[in-house]
């Protein structure tokens, strides 16, 4: 995780100049159209369905189901704003049965994703995924969602300032934007381009630098998990390079992590514009980095995998329910506080994909030693996730909570 990350300016300067697309109309009721599957009787019902029945269908719980004919949703070579760390066909990885993978809820199909209802639902209006690089790869999922799914003539561009890396489609005055701020509060590992601090400090009370370039969003979906799990890390009270500042070396993870969620919590509380901003927060997205997790031989991680794991209700080492509990209880507070947060509970099903993760098919950015290269499950990235891929089904199901509520 605490990679040198370097962003090279110029590849991020994409500005297409085509012609634009003529306005289109948004039709509110074609749920049927909207299936993948051909189904027609599951076709039918879902017709029949109000909006808001989609929402309530539990999304979360379902299975993987082998899937070749609609998936994968895009091909990576579409997607021309794609970064390198996820590119896995780019970066050598052969077999794609990785992206043939449906999500089927056990109540209700995923509606399909579709980039003109979103785009229209977001007109005039701005979405930010806000936290770290697991919220960069589903921010760049949703870039390429809609990126090959838009005509290639519509006005569309991407451009970095400061913490953030911002999506514009032209047309419809839509912007999608990533800010980095990997533990939601300050810390010394807030620069989106180089955040390979080692030891890391964070002011757990103070999220104003951050939070005040959220304020005017109309969607805003958090994460925040990875970057709590050193075992120790400073806390400082007062500000960096203070002389009266005071610093704690702090090793219980789940304390600091619920200092910082209460930080959010109260900043929302008083900040937010209850009528306007839609808020969401994405449970944590697990890693694959134990091989035993789910019975195969010592020392393996999600490098070599191919396969889903079909065990039902299969959680890895690596998912802290303990984590997840301090976010739900600081979402449930919000609510007492008339504050409503989606939490999207993504970990269940991302737990079971093993297969799916980059391990060494993306651009390192420290490039691997020969020794590890002799050993490539060593330098695997077995954290982030392949496009198209898992994080194609979390923004399907973010999707249906903004086009549906
Ligand atoms: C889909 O998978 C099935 C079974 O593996 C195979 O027989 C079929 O040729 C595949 N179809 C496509 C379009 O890849
Ligand atoms: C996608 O949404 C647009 C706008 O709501 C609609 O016109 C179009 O028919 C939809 N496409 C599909 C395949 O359902
Ligand atoms: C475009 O959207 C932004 C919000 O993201 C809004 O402030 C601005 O007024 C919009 N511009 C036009 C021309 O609609
Ligand atoms: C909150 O947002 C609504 C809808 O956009 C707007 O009408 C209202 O003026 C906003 N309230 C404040 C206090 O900004
Ligand atoms: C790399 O892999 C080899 C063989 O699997 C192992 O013996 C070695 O300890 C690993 N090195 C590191 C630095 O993890």
């Known amino acids: 995780m605490a990679s040198t990350h370097k962003l090279v300016l110029g590849k991020w300067k994409i500005i297409y100049n085509l012609s634009s697309v003529v306005g289109l109309l948004l039709i509110a009721y074609v749920i049927g159209a909207l299936y993948l599957r051909g189904d027609s009787q599951r076709v ?147 620069d989106l381009a180089t955040h390979g601090v080692r030891d890391r400090i964070v002011r757990v009370h103070a999220i104003e630098k951050h939070a005040r370039q959220w304020t005017n969003a109309d969607i805003l979906v958090f994460d925040s998990y990875m970057w709590w799990l050193l075992p120790k890390m400073k806390l400082l009270w007062g500000s960096f390079g203070n002389s009266d500042a005071i610093y704690k070396e702090v090793g219980m993870r789940h304390r600091r992590y619920e200092m910082a969620l209460n930080t959010w919590s109260d900043w929302l509380e008083f900040h937010i514009n209850r009528t306007r901003t839609k808020l969401f927060f994405m449970s944590l997205s697990p890693y694959h980095s134990v091989s035993e997790d789910w019975g195969v031989d010592k020392g393996g991680n999600c490098y070599g995998e191919t396969e889903p794991i079909l065990k039902e209700g299969y959680r890895g080492s690596g998912t802290d329910r303990g984590m997840m509990q301090i976010v739900e209880s600081a979402i449930q507070k919000l609510k007492t506080s008339g504050i409503k947060v989606e939490y999207l509970d993504i970990t269940q099903l991302s737990d079971y994909r093993k297969d799916a993760h980059t391990s060494i098919y993306r651009l390192f950015w420290v490039p691997p030693t020969e020794e590890q290269l002799a050993n490539p499950k060593n330098y695997s990235d077995c954290v982030h996730w392949c496009l198209p891929g898992v994080p194609d089904v979390w923004n399907m199901i973010l999707y249906s909570y903004i086009i549906y509520s």
């Open 44 to 190: 039918l019902e879902n017709q029949m369905r109000p909006h808001d029945s989609i929402l309530r269908c539990n999304l979360f719980s379902g299975k993987w189901v082998y899937d070749n004919i609609s998936y994968p949703l895009y091909k990576g070579n579409q997607c021309s704003l794609m970064e390198e760390d996820f590119a896995c066909d780019k970066y050598g990885r052969k077999d794609l049965n990785y992206q043939k993978w449906r999500w089927q809820p056990c109540d209700c199909d995923l509606p399909r994703f579709n980039a003109t209802a979103l785009l229209e639902k977001l007109r005039g209006k701005k979405l930010i995924f806000v936290g770290d690089s697991l919220n960069r790869n589903q921010f760049m999922s949703m870039v390429c969602l809609i990126e090959t799914s838009i005509p290639p003539s519509s006005f569309k561009s991407l451009t970095l300032k400061e913490n953030s890396i911002i999506f514009k489609a032209t047309d419809y005055n839509a912007t999608i934007e990533f800010y980095w701020s990997p533990l939601l509060v300050e810390s010394n590992c807030d």
